[in-house]
């Protein structure tokens, strides 16, 4: 349906008739949900298998020579290393997000930022799990230093090169099937579009969530 300014989606809820429990890991947990269709005399009812997700953040951090900060992950699911910005799970309750992913910015990548804007919020996979992400906006940015810096990065945050990447040519890298990373690929090119308009539709960082 449109709402102001165009189309904008819809919160709704189909009959959940009853729901199974898969598996219950660390972080996610997986369910089946039997769902009732609303057309015809609504006697339909199919499995829906879910992906319970606590949620994430991302940073695009962008310098003042219009440069997008990137780490270099390993993703074992897919065999890959991939560059992404700096992002991480909503695993603080009550911690506004904005602070979630200053946190992760200077964890991951030892920065700060003078200036904080909503970027995006997005599904990740909404065919599958219910995680939902809000990338964020960074200017004004700071290294943090060594003294500063106590966050011991283990497993895959063990190893993770930092690179300054110039707006257009991280574009450019999206555009050439370079880079994967879904929160990459989102706010880079939400940024692209964001400088295009003159930085003057962001929303402030603690802007209502959908």
């Known amino acids: 349906m449109s709402g102001e ?4 989606d819809e919160r709704c809820r189909w009959e959940t008739v009853g729901s199974e429990q898969r598996f219950d890991g660390a972080i996610i947990e997986v369910r089946t949900d039997r769902v009732r269709m ?3 005399d609504k006697s339909e009812v199919v499995n829906r298998d879910v992906v319970v997700h606590p949620g994430s953040v991302g940073v695009i951090c962008l310098d003042d020579e219009e440069r997008v900060l990137l780490l ?16 991480g799970l ?3 309750e009550g911690e506004p997000l904005w602070r979630t992913a200053a946190r992760e910015l200077a964890e991951e990548a030892g920065y700060r930022a003078r200036e904080w804007h909503t970027l995006l919020d997005a599904c990740t996979s909404p065919g599958m799990t219910n ?3 809000r990338i964020f906006l960074a200017r004004g940015l700071s290294e943090i230093s060594a003294g ?6 283990i497993h895959e945050e063990a190893d993770m090169p ?5 707006l257009d040519d991280a574009v450019a890298a ?3 099937g370079a880079v994967h990373n879904p929160l990459a690929v989102m706010g880079i090119l939400a940024v692209y579009a964001a400088r295009a308009a003159g930085f003057r539709d962001l929303r402030a960082p603690d802007a209502p969530e959908w």
């Open 90 to 92: 909503r695993d603080v």
């Open 38 to 40: 609303p057309h015809g």
């Open 72 to 87: 270099r992950q390993y993703r074992h699911p897919i065999g890959y290393l991939l560059w992404e910005p700096p992002a």
């Open 131 to 133: 995680e939902r992400t």
């Open 5 to 8: 300014g165009g189309v904008a």
């Open 162 to 166: 930092i690179a300054w990447v110039p």
């Open 174 to 176: 999206v555009q050439r």
């Open 148 to 153: 500063e810096d106590d966050f011991e990065r």
